[in-house]
């Protein structure tokens, strides 16, 4: 199965490099290699939902995902990016 998943990574990740919104993203893995999950940081929630659901791409991914049992679990988390100076600022 990782195999499978695998080979469809490349064109997913190519298509998130450049989206509209994306400030960061890094893909990563567990033991070794088989557990994937990706990292990225958004302009915008809006950015992030635009990609998460309005791309055909990625909801073909998803699709796939399911289908084929890809993931014994899943996990979507968000989190807010805080930038050390406005933290500062606002506790002044």
Do not use: C
């Not at 490099?17 to 070794?32: H, V």
């Amino acid at each position: 199965m990782a195999i499978k998943f695998w080979k469809f990574v490349p064109e997913v990740s190519k298509k998130l490099k450049n989206y509209i919104g994306l400030s960061y993203t890094k893909g990563f893995g567990e033991w070794p290699i088989l557990m994937q999950a990706t990292f990225s940081v958004w302009d915008t929630l809006e950015h992030m939902k635009a990609y998460a659901y309005d791309n055909p791409n990625h909801a073909a991914m998803i699709k796939k995902t399911r289908a084929l049992n890809w993931y014994k679990e899943e996990m979507f988390s968000r989190f807010v990016v805080w930038d050390e100076k406005i933290y500062l600022d606002s506790s002044q």
